[in-house]
């Protein structure tokens, strides 16, 4: 199902849409001209994989030298003999650089920093993903100049006036998006400036696969009022799985039914088990040194992994020549056994999460049956997941569907037509989100008992606690887009000038309670998200008299705007009768009372 609304815009435009995943990563376009119907097309010729035109993605690696310029990325970093050329001038190889960039708490048991193959010396995440992002963008600008007609004049045309689709995992949020922006300004993509960041936008694996299934025409049969899918987006680095009930279907309208999650069980994973199975298993052999090792691994990910299907069959991983013998390992001319239950248990981890996650989805939008489930994603190719996840998921009463082909360019283009088509309507918080604040104390409150050695005198002469949390919208929540969450707080102080600006951290809690009342409880669950900062110079602060002489009071609200994929906040005040908002900026403390 190709769009089909005409491009509603003033002037023409390009909008890019690009998926940096883990392991793979793939472009995708649209030019639009206004008053015609725009096309999806995908970048499928990369330097370096000339011998594979049709392809739509590329790896998603970088090789450095040691002064920290970039030698080669994507498939140029793949092509026969570099691992030569990388020992000669000790290059150094940068992989799954992605996981650097997700938030610390997003599945913690499952992995850690230790697991992740170190960032290249004297650089940042953000740095690397910089070089990958503006290599894509040279790619996606070649591409374009050579298969379109005055391809280079159309590219210089439209330079000012391209917008860029990041997606990004769902359990990603404000931080990471922050720090995608960063690195698009710093590649080049878009000026550093109000209007250059305003050309990024972002979107999140799942919601980006919803619409590729849309658009591809693999949700056809469920697209009716009322009716619900589950999309699973198995990647290298995460699953992201996502539920969405269809609210109408000229135009079509969908909204999230359940918290969209991400869990850490990618490909990757099954890669990381293998390894901690072949070094445990030769750790007595003369075929377990590092080298072989190096060497195992790579035939697995290219070759054995791939293919495996069948619990009752035996793989083999190819490493060494035909001299290469240990009967104890299982290693007979150059090859290592396994067993297919020792395949499985690389596997199997990630199919019991995934089963899980959408179990709990399913239970969560039970006012929704969900019966069709779509699989995309890279890691979506695996015969052995695909079986594991289609067995158990008809036994439960759930059909699995996953496309023929393309799979690894569902995100990709699906970000472009989000930008075109806007599917969603309405989406389910992942967290709760609201502001530190002080609250009245109360000494018949058991919780305020506790806390009296930390009463603080107000300049009204107040007794309050600090330490406190005070919620403007809780997880699990349904937004619709542009719908709006305020909550009025007020500030009070002996001197006038220290109400000149306004300041506040919105901070996230990332716990289970349905009414988190206190930051010293759980405090490792919240983390701040953004900084809200107003010039308030002009705003009224009103006189008051208190034990202490006269002191000042000046009232204003917290907005939240949660209902987009990047959500928006503000302050906003009164003046001369008419609300006044100020723009979110910088992260640093404050102090708010709750107005009651």
């Not at 989805?361 to 489930?373: D, F, G, L, M, T």
């Not at 506040?504 to 349905?514: A, D, E, M, V």
Request: with cysteine; aromatic share 8%; hydrophobic share 35%.
């Amino acid at each position: 199902m190709a769009p089909d609304k005409p491009y509603g815009g003033p002037t023409r435009k390009l909008v890019v849409g690009i998926d940096v995943g883990t392991t793979y990563s793939g472009i995708s376009y649209a030019i639009l001209d206004p008053g015609e119907v725009p096309r999806i097309q995908g970048v499928t010729r990369f330097p370096g994989q000339e011998n594979a035109a049709g392809d739509s993605k590329i790896p998603t690696i970088l090789y450095y030298r040691p002064d920290g310029t970039v030698h080669s990325a994507g498939a140029e970093a793949a092509v026969p003999g570099i691992e030569l050329d990388a020992e000669d001038e000790d290059l150094f190889l940068s992989k799954w650089f992605k996981l650097h960039l997700r938030p610390e708490h997003l599945d913690s048991d499952e992995v850690n920093r230790r697991d992740l193959p170190p960032l290249p010396p004297g650089k940042t995440v953000v740095e690397v993903f910089a070089d990958f992002l503006g290599y894509l963008f040279s790619c996606a600008r070649r591409y374009i100049t050579d298969t379109h007609a005055s391809g280079e004049s159309l590219w210089n045309s439209l330079s000012d006036q391209i917008d860029i689709v990041l997606s990004h995992p769902n359990g990603w949020e404000g931080l990471q998006q922050g720090k995608m922006r960063q690195a698009a300004v710093l590649a080049g993509l878009v000026p550093d400036n109000a209007a250059g960041h305003a050309r990024i936008h972002f979107v999140t694996e799942g919601e980006a696969s919803l619409h590729f299934c849309v658009q591809s025409g693999l949700t056809s049969e469920s697209i009716e009022t009322g009716g619900s899918v589950m999309i699973v987006d198995a990647g290298g680095g995460t699953v992201d799985i996502s539920s969405y009930s269809f609210t109408s279907t000229t135009p079509i309208s969908v909204e999230e039914v359940a918290t969209a999650e991400c869990i850490m069980q990618g490909s990757t994973r099954v890669n990381v088990r293998a390894e901690r199975f072949l070094k445990e298993r030769l750790k007595n052999s003369a075929y377990g040194n590092e080298e072989d090792i190096k060497t195992m691994l790579d035939y697995f990910d290219k070759f054995t992994k791939p293919v495996f299907k069948d619990s009752n069959e035996t793989s083999y991983i190819k490493f060494g020549s035909m001299g290469c013998n240990d009967p104890k390992s299982k290693i007979r001319r150059g090859q290592l056994q396994l067993s297919g239950a020792e395949m499985a248990s690389f596997f199997q981890p990630a199919l019991d999460s995934i089963v899980a996650t959408v179990q709990r989805q399913r239970q969560a939008a039970e006012s929704h049956p969900i019966k069709n489930v779509f699989l995309v994603g890279g890691f979506a190719a695996s015969p052995w997941l695909y079986n594991g996840l289609q067995t158990t998921l008809q036994g439960r009463g759930m059909t699995l569907c996953r496309p023929d082909t393309h799979t690894s360019k569902a995100v990709s283009e699906g970000a472009v037509s989000f930008y075109l088509d806007r599917f969603v309507s309405a989406r389910v918080i992942r967290t709760t989100y609201g502001v530190a604040c002080n609250h009245d104390y109360v000494p018949n409150d058991p919780e305020h008992a506790t806390r009296t050695l930390w009463r603080i005198v107000r300049p009204s002469g107040r007794i309050v606690l600090p330490n406190g949390f005070s919620p403007i919208l809780t997880k699990g929540t349904r937004v619709r887009e542009h719908q709006e969450m305020s909550r009025c707080y007020f500030r009070e102080a002996r001197e006038q000038r220290t109400l000149n600006k306004i300041s506040t951290s919105i901070t996230c809690y990332k716990g289970n309670l349905s009414d988190p009342h206190w930051m010293d409880v759980e405090s490792e669950l919240y983390t701040p998200l953004c900084t809200i900062r107003a010039d308030t110079s002009k705003v009224a602060r009103t006189p008051r008299e208190g034990s202490q002489g006269t002191y000042y009071v000046q009232v204003y609200s917290i907005i939240l705007q949660c209902g987009m994929t990047e959500m928006k906040a503000q302050i906003s005040w009164t003046e001369d009768g008419h609300e006044k908002r100020g723009p979110a900026t910088i992260v640093y403390d404050d102090e708010l009372e709750e107005f009651r």
